[in-house]
């Protein structure tokens, strides 16, 4: 072990980030445990980087009080908050979301930096657990990332959870509710038989846009301050390199090219992924090397549509260690939950891991009073037992999706699709 971290050492800090993405591929653990975080790791915490960008965001070396564990308390007589689309959001119940939303997050901006609730910190915290300044337990050299593996998923969606009850609690209200913005769907249906929002979705939201308001942030590209342009999902991000100093290029697409590209996208990304590995991500255990290259161990769900809508807003949101700073940052996330949600709906066969070694990893993270909670990946993979629910909206438009030239699903009658509604929002 000492000789196998002496080797990481050399790789972390004397070779090129290509080649170690290369020795990644091979320098493997031949033991097998979950991902544990104590007290320790926030004590070792050092200076981090994310493609190659350094990140300095340790959280405070020394946690506070006890570390309580969490366990999700579901009253199945209470009913389920509903994530919305932002959308179709109008009217009266538009006008008091976005100023809740808006008091909400300057109540958060107004708290000190060493509030671990403040919006400072809610981005610290990410960064601390996204750039690699974590070390492992019983390591001296192996950190960890929750990017580009399989704890993607359930680790946002702690952090999405912990962050919408910092909000109910700042603005008084537990039945606040962290709206999604519903960027995968590029096709209004005029009628639909089932509840819900069947408008595109996939412009920008206006409620970011009024720069007297916390909601805002001004760097983000061009590209987030037009209205009719639609967001561009089909964006590869594992061929760009940040460090070359170039910005990733969007081409201008028509309306018609990109709703056919954005579905091609999402097909791929969802429907295409037939198991865990593919659509979740690849295992990460204790004893591995720190994964830096989105196209060994990442899931689909990661990276489309994912990393692209980051890269597509630009700014802040292109790099971990700064993308929670954008407050539409957590409205996106929000999405990315309902998809892997909805993902289990398709079927045939898709389930989350089953491995101890995911399903036992654990967490800290700091809840809405500010004490420190263990949270374990098993606790979060119902979001109904966190008390959430989604909005049907129109996703058989690409799950429906043909490899033609037409925008308009033509075998919304599948298997898949009708599976997909008979399990929808309940």
Known sequence: MQLREGFMMVLSTRL???VQCLLSLFVTTSL??????????????RRGAFNGVPADCCPPKFIQGPIVDFSPKYNPSKPLRVRKALQCLTGKELTI??????RGYALMRALPDDDPRSFKRQNEIHCAYGTGPFIQNASANLTLDIHLNWFFLPWHRMFIYFHEKIL???LKDPNFTLHFWNFDSSVTLSTSERPGCFKAGHFFPPMYLDPSKSTFEPNRTYRAFEPSRPVDLSFDATQWNPLGGVPPVFP????????WRNGATMYKSVVSSSNASSFIGKPFRAGDVQIVDPTIAAGNSEKWPHISVHMWIGGLMYLAQTSPRDPIFYHLHANVERIWDL?????DGRADPSDPDWLDAEFLIWDEKKVMRRVKVRNV??????????ENVNDASWICFQNSTSTTPSNCSSTKTSMYQSRGTE
Do not use: M
């Open 97 to 102: 979301y976005t100023e809740k939303l808006q």
């Open 381 to 390: 993979l119902d979001i109904k037992t966190l008390g959430d629910t989604f």
């Open 32 to 45: 097998s445990a979950p991902i544990i975080i104590t007290r320790e790791t926030f004590k070792t915490c």
């Open 252 to 259: 201008n697409y028509t309306l018609e090219e990109q709703v």
């Open 16 to 18: 090129p980030l290509i």
């Open 168 to 170: 109910q609690t700042l």
């Open 343 to 347: 993902w289990h709906k398709l079927g």
